[in-house]
C-alpha cells in the first residue's frame, strides 16, 4: 500500500513539472515579446535630441500603451495556466485518490464543493498574475519618466526597460552578449552542465554588467507560475483529504542543491517521528510554527509546504494502511470514517449572492468568522452605490465595478470590510436577545456594567455591536500610540537624515545593507518577504535603497503612519530645528487594498492621530462607549465598529498572517481583544 502512495503522489508531483516546463517555455516567448514591443514602442513614441530623452509629455503617455502590451501577450498566457493547467492538475488528483482506492467513493471523485474551491481559486491565482502585470506596467512606465526627467540616452532607457522584464535575459545588440544570455536559457536547468552556466553568468555580470537576482517580471512571474500550479495542488489535495477524514501526512519529492534543510530533513527522514515517516497534522503545524528559513511562506503548511518554489508535496494517508516497519496493508484495510456532510455549507443559509461571494472573502474552509457568518440571517441583495453597510435596514452597498471580487482585489477588501460591519451588528443583536449566552459569550459580563454598554444595553438594537467589548482595549491602544507619536516621529526623521548622508558618502550599497539590517533586527515585525509582498500588492518593487521602501521600513519600525490631521511640532534634526507633522511622511506605500486597510484601522484605534480612512466629523457624530479620557477623547461606536471593520477584512486576506503581525506590533490590546471576541464563536 505504502508504493501506491508513493507512486499516486509522484505522479501528481510529475504532472506539475511536466506542466512547469511547458508553461515555462510559453513565458519565456511571451517575455521576448513584451520585450520587444517595448522597446520598439519606446523608440517609435520617445522624441530625441542627441541621443537623448527630451519630452516628459510623451513620456507620460506611453503609459497606457505600455499596459496594453502586457495585458495582450501575459494575461492571455496567466488565463492558459489558471484554466488548462488548474483543469488537468484537478484531473490527476481525482485519478491519484482513486489509484489508492482505500476511499469511501464519493469522496474519490470530485464533488460539486471541489469543483466550487477549483473556481474559486483560479479567479484567486488570476488576480495574482494580473497584479504582476499591473506592477511591471507602473515599473516600466516609472522608468521611462525617470530617464526622460534626466535627460537620459536612450540606449540606457532600453537597457533598463528590456532588464526590468527579462533581467539577465533580455536582448542586446551585442552578438557575444546574446549568444551567452542564449546559452544560459537553454542549459540553466542541465546539472550536468551546471558549471558552464554559472561560468557564462559570470561572464554576463563582470563584462556586460547583467543582473541575473535583480527585480524583474521573469522572476515573479516565473515563481508564481511554479507556486500556483503547486499551491493549487495542494489546496485541493487537502480539501479532499480533509473530506475524507484523512489526518495523517507523508512528505515527498526529490532533492536537489537549493532544497531547503527542512524538506531536505523531511524526505530524508532525520525528522520522523515514527518508522514509516508520518505525522500528524497538528504536528507538521507546529513543526512550521517553531522554525523560521529564507523563502518560508505563511499559511497553512500543508499548502505552502517549504515556501516560494518548493517542489514537495504532502500526500494523506490513513496510518491503519502502514504497519510498522514493513509499513504493508493489513489483511483487512480500514477506511477511514468519513466526516458527516452537514446539509448546507459551512456559512448556513445564505443568498445565492452570499454563496458566490463569502467563499472568495472568508475562505472555503471553516473558521471563527464563517461560524458567525453562519447565524446571520441571509443578505438582502447588494445594492448600487459607495461602499457602506446600512445596519438599519441589513443592506450592504457596493460599486458595481468592484462586485466581481474574485478579479477586484479592492473589491474584494471592501466586501469583507463591509460584511465585518454587518457580523459586528448581527451577533451583538442575537446576545442582546439571549442574557445566558451573552454571560457566556461575555464572561465578565454580570461583573462590569461597562462592557455591555453598546453591546447589551444603551443603544437602539441597530446599534448593539460586539466591537464594544473592546473599546477599553482601544482607548489603551490610543494613549500608547499617540504618546509614541511624540517621541518617534523626531528619532525617526534623524535616522532618515542619517540613512542619507550614508547614501552621499557610500552610496546605495552601503544604504540597503542597513536598511535590511533594520528589517533582521528582533524589533522589526516583518521579514524581507513579507515587506517585499505588502510594498509588491501596492504595485512598489522592494528596493532596500529606494526612497519607498526605505520610508516604509522606517514607518513600521517606529510604530508611525501618515496622518491628514497630525499637528506641527517642533525639532531638533542635525543640530537645526525643523517643524514636523505626520502629514508630510510618505503614503506612497499605505495607499489602496490591506495597507490602506490597516491605515484605516489604526486611524479608527487612534482618532486619527495616525492613520487615515474616514473623517473626524465621521467619528466624532457617532455615540459614545462611555470610555473617555482626558487628552485622548473618547471612544465612540464608529472607532469600535470600522477598527472591527478592518480586522476582519485583514484577517481574511490573502496575507492575514503579514497583517496580523502589524496589528500586534501597532495595536496590540485591540487585536488580543478581537482575537478572543473571534475564538468565542464556537460558543454560539
Not at 503617455?61 to 492571455?76: M, N, S
Not at 530617464?147 to 532588464?163: D, V
Not at 435596514?393 to 468592484?402: F, G, L, S, V, Y
Not at 466581481?404 to 451588528?425: P, V
Amino acid at each position: 500500500m505504502a508504493n501506491i502512495i508513493e507512486q499516486a503522489t509522484k505522479y501528481r508531483i510529475r504532472g506539475i513539472e511536466i506542466s512547469e516546463a511547458e508553461y515555462y517555455q510559453q513565458l519565456t516567448k511571451v517575455l521576448d515579446k513584451i520585450e520587444d514591443d517595448i522597446a520598439s514602442l519606446a523608440n517609435k513614441m520617445l522624441p530625441i535630441t542627441d541621443g537623448k530623452l527630451i519630452n516628459l509629455q510623451q513620456a507620460i503617455a506611453i503609459r497606457p500603451q505600455i499596459k496594453a502590451i502586457l495585458e495582450k501577450h501575459y494575461l492571455p498566457f496567466a488565463d492558459r495556466v489558471v484554466r488548462q493547467g488548474f483543469s488537468k492538475q484537478a484531473l490527476r488528483v481525482e485519478k491519484a485518490f482513486k489509484a489508492i482506492g482505500f476511499i469511501p467513493p464519493e469522496f474519490q471523485e470530485l464533488t460539486k464543493g471541489d469543483l466550487a474551491l477549483v473556481k474559486n481559486l483560479k479567479q484567486q491565482y488570476f488576480t495574482q498574475f494580473k497584479d504582476i502585470s499591473n506592477t511591471f506596467t507602473r515599473t516600466l512606465s516609472d522608468k521611462v519618466y525617470q530617464n526622460t526627467l534626466l535627460g537620459s540616452e536612450f540606449t540606457e532607457l532600453e537597457k533598463e526597460l528590456r532588464q526590468s522584464i527579462n533581467g539577465i535575459y533580455s536582448s542586446s545588440n551585442d552578438p557575444q552578449m546574446n549568444k551567452l544570455v542564449d546559452y544560459v536559457k537553454r542549459n540553466k536547468d542541465d546539472l550536468s552542465k551546471a558549471t558552464l552556466v554559472d561560468k557564462a553568468v559570470k561572464t554576463l555580470q563582470t563584462k556586460f554588467g547583467a543582473d541575473r537576482a535583480g527585480n524583474n517580471m521573469k522572476r515573479y512571474a516565473g515563481q508564481l507560475l511554479n507556486d500556483s500550479l503547486r499551491d493549487f495542488d495542494a489546496t485541493l489535495n487537502f480539501n479532499k483529504s480533509k473530506d475524507a477524514g484523512l489526518t495523517y501526512v507523508k512528505y515527498y519529492g526529490d532533492i536537489i542543491p537549493t532544497t531547503r534543510q527542512i524538506c531536505r530533513s523531511l524526505v530524508s527522514g532525520s525528522l520522523n517521528k515514527r518508522k514509516n515517516g508520518l505525522f500528524t497534522i497538528d504536528e507538521v503545524k507546529s513543526m512550521w510554527g517553531s522554525r523560521s528559513w529564507s523563502g518560508k511562506k505563511f499559511g497553512n503548511p500543508l499548502v505552502v509546504r517549504g515556501g516560494y518554489n518548493c517542489r514537495h508535496q504532502w500526500s494523506f494517508v490513513n496510518p491503519d494502511w502502514y504497519e510498522d516497519d514493513a509499513e504493508v496493508l493489513k489483511t483487512k484495510p480500514l477506511v477511514p470514517t468519513p466526516k458527516e456532510k452537514k446539509p448546507t455549507s459551512i456559512f448556513g443559509s445564505v443568498s445565492e449572492e452570499e454563496s458566490s461571494l463569502l467563499p472568495i472573502a472568508f475562505g472555503a474552509t471553516a473558521s471563527n468568522f464563517t461560524r458567525m457568518v453562519n447565524k446571520l440571517p441571509k443578505l438582502p441583495p447588494i445594492k448600487k452605490g459607495s461602499a457602506k453597510y446600512m445596519y438599519f435596514t441589513d443592506d450592504i452597498h457596493m460599486p458595481i465595478t468592484q462586485r466581481n471580487i474574485s478579479k477586484n482585489l479592492h473589491g474584494k477588501y471592501i466586501f469583507t470590510h463591509e460584511y465585518g460591519h454587518r457580523i459586528d451588528h448581527k451577533i451583538a443583536n442575537i446576545l442582546s436577545k439571549d442574557k445566558k449566552l451573552a454571560e457566556k459569550f461575555m464572561p465578565t459580563l454580570t461583573t462590569d456594567a461597562i462592557l455591555g454598554e453598546g453591546v447589551m444595553t444603551g443603544a437602539t438594537e441597530y446599534q448593539l455591536q460586539i466591537s464594544n467589548i473592546a473599546k477599553k482595549a482601544v482607548m489603551a491602544d490610543r494613549v500608547v500610540i499617540k504618546n509614541n507619536i511624540k517621541k518617534a516621529l523626531g528619532v525617526m526623521e534623524q535616522e532618515k537624515a542619517d540613512l542619507a548622508k550614508v547614501f552621499l558618502k557610500d552610496g546605495s550599497k552601503k544604504l540597503g545593507i542597513m536598511v535590511e539590517d533594520i528589517i533582521k533586527s528582533k524589533k522589526f515585525p516583518l521579514t524581507i518577504d513579507e515587506v517585499t509582498i505588502l510594498l509588491r500588492e501596492q504595485g512598489i518593487i522592494y528596493d532596500p535603497s529606494d526612497l519607498n521602501t526605505v520610508q516604509f521600513v522606517l514607518q513600521i519600525k517606529h510604530k508611525l503612519l501618515h496622518s491628514t490631521t497630525a499637528k506641527w511640532s517642533e525639532y531638533t534634526i542635525n543640530n537645526e530645528i525643523q517643524k514636523l507633522s505626520l502629514q508630510q511622511i510618505n503614503f506612497e506605500a499605505w495607499r489602496t487594498n490591506g495597507n490602506l486597510m490597516f491605515s484605516d484601522y489604526v486611524g479608527a484605534i487612534s482618532n486619527n492621530e495616525m492613520g487615515f480612512g474616514h473623517s473626524l466629523h465621521y467619528y466624532k457624530k457617532s455615540k459614545s462607549t462611555g470610555i473617555t479620557q482626558r487628552g485622548y477623547g473618547t471612544i465612540t461606536n464608529k472607532h469600535t465598529t470600522e477598527a472591527f471593520a478592518n480586522y476582519t477584512s485583514l484577517s481574511n486576506s490573502e496575507h492575514k498572517a503579514i497583517y496580523k503581525k502589524l496589528m500586534n506590533h501597532y495595536a496590540p490590546n485591540t487585536t488580543s481583544s478581537f482575537d478572543a471576541i473571534m475564538e468565542r464563536s464556537n460558543l454560539l
